[in-house]
């Protein structure tokens, strides 16, 4: 099993609509918890972290921990063509400084 | 929030050759980070780049293909040695953000060919 797993996709969504990646993790020491967005041929963009169970919101994005369930999940809002790059979720184990990431959902999104 | 300068952005080596790619940041950091990125796939953590002591590697690196430098707390370094095919990869350094904001950045890159 891996330690962070994501579908890899590609996950399609239209113009406007609510994209929703999901993230499930082994490590239930893990405290940190972080979505990062790739654009192809670039280095990874912090999107949001969280470490409290229930949802953290910033702008159009929202994240979602769960912790019993070992899951994160990342909800992009109003969806928009410039949204279509890698998004990778990355955990920390507990106070390392550390990330181990998952590998990555692409979503595409359509005009 | 932290800013890391690396270089080189590329660079295309002959098998049995080292590459030493290098991190600026802008602010002292405690904790430096290299990672390898293989075609196609996600992050790996290489190593943690510790200021004043050897650097701790994860399972699968070894400090004679991955010797790190980490001279001060604002700079380190990554060689690849005695490179092949296989190496060929991005390979990028991380650091926190910054005390307060949680999150960790990452330099741009530096893509690496083996030939």
């Known amino acids: 099993q891996k330690e962070v797993e994501q579908n890899s996709g590609p996950l399609s969504v239209p113009e406007g609509a609510i994209a929703s990646l999901n993230c499930t993790y082994s490590?239930?020491?893990?405290?940190?918890f972080f979505w990062y967005r790739q654009y192809s041929g670039k280095s990874p963009e912090l999107i949001m972290f969280?470490?409290?169970?229930g949802d953290k919101e910033d702008g159009r994005f929202t994240a979602q921990l769960n912790k019993a369930s070992q899951y994160v999940s990342l909800l992009i809002r109003d969806s928009q063509p410039s949204d279509s790059a890698t998004y990778l979720c990355a955990v920390r184990p507990g106070n390392t400084g550390k990330l181990i990431f998952g590998q990555g959902t692409t979503l595409q999104v359509k005009p | 929030s932290a800013v890391i300068s690396q270089k080189p952005s590329r660079d295309i080596c002959q098998r049995g050759t080292s590459l030493t790619i290098q991190c600026q940041v802008d602010s002292q950091v405690t904790m430096m980070f290299w990672y390898r990125q293989q075609p196609g796939q996600s992050l790996t953590l290489i190593a943690t780049a510790n200021q004043g002591s050897e650097a701790t590697y994860e399972s699968g690196f070894v400090i004679d293909k991955f010797p790190i430098s980490r001279p001060n707390l604002t700079f380190s370094t990554l060689t690849v040695s005695n490179m092949s095919p296989e190496d060929s990869s991005i390979y990028l350094c991380s650091v926190p953000l910054g005390p307060q904001l949680g999150g960790y950045t990452f330099g741009s890159g530096t893509r690496l060919t083996v030939v």
């Open positions: 969280i470490y409290s169970n």
């Open positions: 490590d239930r020491g893990s405290q940190s």
